[in-house]
């Protein structure tokens, strides 16, 4: 069982910077899958970036390709996702999740974390 706890949101303005953490409890093995996913109101949930645990495969969505950056610390069970450059249409809650293989369907992940809200003013 793991439990997926997410902090780091907040209210930035346009082309601040935030970083969100994602701390795991429980047993996460090195072939499973981190990623973090976002909901905007009225849009469905969508995949940000996905790493493998092992840290050999990290992959991003286009549309915050070169702005965002997925890193994990092992030892603290912790997964970060750095935003820069941050854009009005970023702002959603963004949810880490955990799946045992690599998938951007989010009904693979079947541990998921409540969430943070990220808003970003123009």
């Known amino acids: 069982q793991v439990q997926l706890r997410e902090s780091g949101g907040g209210l930035v303005q346009a082309g601040g910077s935030l970083r969100l953490s994602c701390a795991a409890s429980?047993?996460?093995?090195?072939?499973?899958?981190m990623a973090w996913f976002r909901q905007a109101p009225k849009k469905e949930r969508e995949i940000v970036a996905h790493?493998?645990?092992?840290?050999?495969?990290?992959v991003y969505a286009e549309s915050v390709k070169g702005r965002f950056a997925f890193s994990r610390d092992m030892a603290k069970n912790t997964g970060y996702l750095q935003m820069n450059s941050l854009k009005p249409e970023d702002t959603a809650v963004y949810y880490c999740?955990?799946?045992?293989?690599?998938?951007?369907?989010?009904?693979?992940?079947?541990?998921w974390g409540q969430g943070t809200q990220v808003t970003v003013s123009s």
């Open positions: 429980g047993r996460i093995f090195s072939n499973y899958v």
């Open positions: 790493i493998t645990w092992s840290g050999s495969n990290t």
């Open positions: 999740a955990v799946a045992p293989f690599l998938s951007t369907n989010p009904t693979v992940y079947n541990y």
